[in-house]
C-alpha cells in the first residue's frame, strides 16, 4: 500500500513536467506565423513603381538571392521594378548605406528586411522583421513579423506582398 502511494504521488509530481514538455513539442509543430501592422501614416498609399528591397548583411538565415528572386517573380505581373540593396555588417544610419541605391534607383519605397532572430541544427527558428518606407524615408508605414521554424521565407514574401495588394500599394 505505501508503495502505491509513493507511486501515485510521483506520477503527482511528473505529471507538471509532461504537460509542459508536450506543450513545447507541439510548440515546434505550429505553423508559420505572420503579422502585419499597418501604422498610422495620414494619406493614403501612392501606387508602388519601383522597391528597393533592403536585405540582412549575411545569407546566414535567409537567401537574400531567392528572396529578391521571390519579389521580382510576385511584383513583375504589377509593372514594379525591383532592386536588392544589402546592409552592411557595422551599419549605424541606414540612409548613408542606401543613399547610392536610392538617388540612382529612385525608389517608390523601400522594405527593408532583418533577420531578428535564428537558429539552426535539429530545431530551427526563425524570426524576420520587415518595415515598409515611402521612397528613403525614415518613417515606417508598414511592418511584417514571421516567425517559423524553418529557414524558407517563401510564404512570409507572398504574405507581404498580399498585404501590400490589400492595402493599395499595388
Same mark, same amino acid.
Request: glycine residues 6%.
Given at each position: 500500500?505505501?508503495?502505491?502511494?509513493?507511486? !501515485?504521488?510521483?506520477?503527482?509530481?511528473?505529471?507538471? &513536467?509532461?504537460?509542459?514538455? !508536450?506543450?513545447?513539442?507541439?510548440?515546434? %509543430?505550429?505553423?508559420?506565423?505572420? =503579422? #502585419?501592422?499597418?501604422?498610422?501614416?495620414?494619406? =493614403?498609399?501612392?501606387?508602388?513603381?519601383?522597391?528597393?528591397?533592403?536585405?540582412?548583411?549575411? %545569407? %546566414?538565415?535567409?537567401? +537574400? &538571392?531567392?528572396?529578391?528572386?521571390?519579389?521580382?517573380?510576385?511584383?513583375?505581373?504589377? +509593372?514594379?521594378?525591383?532592386?536588392?540593396?544589402?546592409?552592411?555588417?557595422?551599419?549605424?544610419?541606414?540612409?548613408?548605406?542606401?543613399? @547610392?541605391?536610392?538617388?540612382?534607383?529612385?525608389?517608390?519605397?523601400?522594405? @527593408?528586411? %532583418?533577420?531578428?532572430?535564428g537558429s539552426s541544427g535539429n530545431s530551427? !527558428?526563425?524570426?524576420?522583421?520587415?518595415?515598409?518606407?515611402? +521612397?528613403?524615408?525614415? &518613417?515606417?508605414? @508598414? &511592418?511584417?513579423? #514571421? #516567425? =517559423?521554424?524553418?529557414?524558407?521565407?517563401?510564404?512570409?514574401?507572398?504574405?507581404?506582398?498580399? !498585404?501590400?495588394?490589400? +492595402?493599395?500599394?499595388?
Open positions: 500500500m505505501w508503495r502505491r502511494s509513493l507511486l !501515485s504521488r510521483r506520477r503527482v509530481l511528473l505529471a507538471p &513536467k509532461l504537460v509542459a514538455g !508536450s506543450l513545447i513539442l507541439s510548440a515546434c %509543430d505550429k505553423p508559420p506565423t505572420f =503579422a #502585419h501592422e499597418p501604422l498610422n501614416s495620414g494619406s =493614403a498609399p501612392v501606387r508602388m513603381q519601383r522597391l528597393l528591397l533592403w536585405l540582412p548583411p549575411n %545569407d %546566414d538565415f535567409i537567401d +537574400g &538571392k531567392y528572396i529578391t528572386a521571390e519579389f521580382v517573380r510576385l511584383l513583375t505581373p504589377f +509593372g514594379i521594378v525591383v532592386e536588392a540593396g544589402r546592409a552592411s555588417s557595422v551599419e549605424l544610419y541606414r540612409g548613408t548605406e542606401q543613399s @547610392e541605391i536610392v538617388q540612382r534607383f529612385n525608389p517608390t519605397y523601400t522594405l @527593408e528586411i %532583418d533577420v531578428a532572430r530551427p !527558428s526563425l524570426l524576420v522583421r520587415a518595415a515598409l518606407y515611402r +521612397g528613403g524615408g525614415s &518613417k515606417p508605414l @508598414e &511592418k511584417f513579423h #514571421h #516567425h =517559423a521554424q524553418s529557414k524558407d521565407p517563401r510564404r512570409f514574401v507572398q504574405q507581404i506582398v498580399e !498585404s501590400l495588394k490589400a +492595402g493599395g500599394y499595388l
